[in-house]
Structures are given as C-alpha cells and as structure tokens.
C-alpha cells in the first residue's frame, strides 16, 4: 500500500512571500497531522486535521494554516514568509481513533531566502 | 507545557557496543511511540508502547515503557553501522487528539 506522500520535496521562496504544501495520506487514514522540524526545535506540531475539521493546533501564528479535503488530502499554508519558517515540513497521517501512531511523508524542505 | 526530555541527544560509538536512549517527562502518555530518521528522510515508527511496565523487542532493539507510562527507554545490543540515525521518542497526551509530542531526539553513529 502506498505511503504518504508530501509535494514538492523542495522549495525556495523569498520573505513575505506565500507556500501551500501538499499531503496526501495513507489509503484509509483519514487524520493528518502537520510537524516542522528544525535543528534548534526538533519536531513541532503544527496542527491536525479529520473529516475536514482542524482537530488540534500547535503554538504557531496564524500565518499558518491549513485544510483538508473529502478525500482526506491536506494542504498546509504559510503567508508571509520569514526566513526562521525554513524548515523540514512533516505530514503524517493516522487512523483518527485510539493511540496516535503517525505515518510520515519524507517531507518538504522549505527554504526562505 | 508537556515536555520529553530526550538522552543523550549525540551517541557516537563503535560496532559491537550496547547503548541505551532516555526519554523522560513528568507527563503522563497514553502511548509512546519510537521513530528513526535517517537525512533528508521524515520519521519511521519503529514501535508503540501502551501498557506501563511494557517491554517490546525488535530484533537487538529492546523498548520499555515506565510503570508511571512517564518515561521510557530504548536499547540496542551490538550496535552495527545500518543503526545510526535519528532516534526520536514521542508521547500521545491522549488517544484520537492525531498530536504528538516530540523528545529533541538522540543522533547516533556507529562506527566499523
């Protein structure tokens, strides 16, 4: 069965602007949760997300966002970009009942330049 | 602020050594779950723990999870080159919330 899988692997955007990632999860897994990771702060959670709902959300600002689809995809969104949001962008998908066992993507490696 | 204390966070030893990683909280976790990550990669389960006092084995891995289920541990026997990576613990406050909470994570090398 297919793993989960982040689009792109790789971006570069410039400050104050916009990204979107994309997360599509496990066949079967309907939760998805979002992590940054970096060398000074390991691996953060960010938010998480069932049947389209935003179950649960990290300390970030809201120039972090968030969706998910019917089809359990999920995007996530930064505005306004600034260089410390360079980062490994981790999603990881769950059965959305019982103990969390997290799914990951390989990521996305978001540098702001 | 629920916190895993991750120890040590950098093991560099030769093959053929035993180690044993630390992840501490005052917490109290529903589960714990242990991942490896390799450079450039994202995090792979390696194993979940539920029961206080729980001990788990996967091959020359051994993972114990405290009576308390506020902290546990990982072991390797006769460590080989193929085992250095990332090692992260992480804690599930509690069940259907899809948040975990990540120790800093333990980088280990094993050298031939």
């Known amino acids: 069965k297919a793993g989960v899988t982040q689009t792109p692997r790789y971006l570069i955007k410039t400050r104050g602007q916009q990204v979107t990632l994309s997360c599509s999860p496990i066949?079967?897994?309907?939760?998805v949760s979002w992590y940054q990771q970096t060398p000074g702060q390991g691996l953060q959670f960010l938010f998480e997300?069932?049947?389209?709902?935003?179950?649960n959300k990290g300390n970030f600002p809201g120039r972090f966002s968030g969706r998910q689809f019917s089809n359990s995809r999920s995007e996530m969104n930064v505005s306004t970009l600034e260089l410390g949001d360079s980062a490994l962008y981790l999603c990881?998908?769950?059965?959305?009942?019982?103990?969390?066992?997290?799914?990951f993507g390989q990521g996305t490696r978001l540098t702001v330049v | 602020t629920q916190l895993l204390e991750q120890s040590p966070q950098f093991l560099s030893i030769q093959e053929g050594e035993n180690l044993t990683v630390y992840c501490n909280s005052s917490?109290?976790?529903?589960?714990l779950q242990w991942y490896r990550q390799e450079p450039g990669e994202g995090p792979v389960l390696l194993v979940t723990?539920?029961?206080?006092?729980e001990v788990k084995k996967l091959k020359r891995l051994t993972f114990q999870f405290g009576d308390a289920r506020k902290d546990s541990s990982l072991h390797i026997t006769a460590a080989q080159p193929g085992d250095t990576g990332l090692y992260l613990c992480?804690?599930?406050?509690?069940?259907?919330?899809?948040?975990?909470?990540f120790g800093q994570g333990t980088t280990l090398q094993v050298k031939p």
């Open positions: 990881a998908s769950s059965t959305p009942l019982g103990n969390t066992e997290a799914f």
């Open positions: 066949s079967g897994h309907r939760s």
């Open positions: 997300y069932f049947s389209e709902t935003q179950r």
């Open positions: 917490s109290v976790f529903s589960s």
């Open positions: 723990v539920v029961t206080g006092g």
């Open positions: 992480a804690g599930d406050i509690s069940s259907n919330t899809g948040k975990l909470i």
